[in-house]
């Protein structure tokens, strides 16, 4: 097989939905190909852990049986992916680890699948992940490192590396991450897709593996902006099995994308987020701040402290929740996610302390700049995708470690929950993507969502499947 069967990996969510409930195509056909699409795709890629071929087939039988009997399913038969961090019945959660991979397997879905499901959508499969979520490459050393779609040769970036090779690739129209300092933004930078991590407590966590609770976020990542609002407004709503969510009525996004941004108070996030980028990084920001003409800079205070204190808060959090496998297996870890928990859990309480403090301060900033503007706009990481293995990166100057500073720009930002769009940028004669990030107000994804389909609609921004056939 050379091509896929009638070009459905190019199909949208919307797309897809709508030519399963008319009936042009039923779930079943559509669950297949995208099956015929993983196994022909994937082992270019290693986006998958886990491929449900049972549980897909006989998924989209249900739906469309559901449909013959007249339910009313908004995501009939499309196919999604799940980061393998978020319980799917049936399978051991890995969350990307060798040690998980031998406890029993999920008695029920995470709730996030469960909404996704219940409004018609396929799961086909689990993806590949950095190991525990800890970590910006999407490289793991016990299931391979996923590969980006358009340079196999480069990082997907992570920790939901998989989810974006899944979508970037065709595999499927929309995946589903987790972000905790950048793991939902920095794959779509890396992949060129659209990615949302809504407001921190929006969406349900019940059925995830957590790798930093007071910082983790659940999110998807698709090929438009629509895909994206459709599915976040789907996924919203109360969950008593989730004591961290927020108490918040549903914002109802898909309506407002075609309204106009005029009027909207657009600034360019200065200061730490102008230092510390390659060429690309600069230009991407600088091509949407053109299209939304935006002109005015606006100094985000002590940026940089507030990304020290969000590694602070991360590794102290996370090493809790590791430290008895490391005393029992440590041999059974990736050597440097192991060796980043122990040092984790040699961070004083004071500095500790001192951080949650700090951020209390910094979302107090953050929060007076809101008042006179609508969305911030910053880069999503500091260059292209690198390439796979890379261990140092030349940053003004200066030689950095790359892993850690893939997440320059999105750890200041998610570190107080403030909601973001990622927009993938394709520069002039660019053959990768690069991410923009389009922050909004607490709460406020519809203004996020908004600009980025602005954006999409004038061509700035777009996520064109990789030539990988």
Not at 370 to 392: C, N, R, V, Y
Request: aromatic residues 6%; contains cysteine; charged residues 20%.
């Amino acid at each position: 097989m050379t091509v896929l069967p009638e070009n459905q990996n190019t199909w949208t969510v919307a797309q897809t939905a709508n030519a399963v409930q008319s009936g042009d195509v039923s779930a079943e056909t559509v669950a297949t190909r995208a099956l015929e699409a993983i196994a022909w795709l994937n082992p270019k890629v290693n986006a998958f852990t886990d491929v449900l071929v049972d549980r897909a087939l006989s998924d989209a039988q249900a739906v469309d049986k559901a449909l013959a009997g007249g339910a009313s399913l908004p995501l009939a038969g499309v196919p999604f992916a799940a980061k393998n961090l978020y319980d799917i019945q049936g399978i051991a959660t890995r969350a990307g680890s060798k040690i998980n991979r031998e406890n029993p397997a999920a008695a029920q879905d995470a709730t996030i699948i469960s909404k996704l499901t219940a409004a018609g959508a396929i799961l086909v499969g689990a993806t590949n992940m950095d190991e525990y979520a800890y970590g910006f490459t999407g490289e793991n050393a016990h299931d391979g490192n996923s590969l980006n779609p358009h340079d196999t040769g480069r990082m997907t970036g992570g920790s939901s590396g998989g989810s974006g090779a899944a979508a970037a690739s065709g595999m499927v129209p929309l995946a589903l991450g987790s972000d905790t300092n950048g793991s939902i933004r920095v794959p779509a930078a890396f992949c060129g897709l659209f990615g949302l991590k809504p407001t921190y407590g929006r969406l349900s966590r019940h059925g995830a593996y957590l790798f930093c609770g007071s910082l983790d976020h659940a999110g998807p990542l698709a090929r438009s902006t629509a895909d994206l609002a459709q599915v976040f407004d789907i996924l919203q709503g109360p969950d008593p099995d989730d004591p961290s969510q927020a108490d918040k009525p549903a914002l109802i996004t898909a309506p407002e994308l075609g309204k106009s941004i005029e009027g909207l108070k657009v600034r360019i996030a200065g200061g730490y987020f102008e230092q510390k980028m390659l060429p690309e990084a600069r230009d991407a920001v600088s091509a949407v701040a053109t299209a939304l003409n935006a002109d005015e800079i606006v100094d985000v205070p002590e940026a940089a402290r507030a990304r020290a204190a969000a590694y602070v808060i991360t590794t102290a959090e996370s090493s809790a929740l590791h430290l008895d496998r490391i005393r029992k297996r440590p041999e059974d870890f990736d050597p440097d996610t192991r060796d980043r928990f122990i040092s984790g859990a040699m961070v004083p309480a004071a500095w500790v302390q001192h951080a949650q403090r700090f951020r209390s301060w910094f979302r107090k900033q953050m929060l007076a700049i809101f008042e006179t503007t609508d969305i911030l706009i910053a880069p999503a990481t500091p260059f292209h995708a690198l390439p796979s293995g890379t261990k140092t990166v030349v940053l003004d100057g200066e030689e950095l470690p790359a892993r850690a500073n893939i997440g320059l720009f999105t750890q200041p930002i998610s570190f107080i929950g403030l909601p973001v769009v990622t927009v993938p940028i394709w520069l002039d004669g660019a053959s990768l993507p690069i991410g923009v990030q389009i922050i909004a107000p607490p709460w406020r994804e519809d203004l996020a969502l908004r600009v980025a389909a602005y954006l999409e609609q004038k061509g700035v921004a777009a996520a064109p499947i990789a030539k990988l056939i």
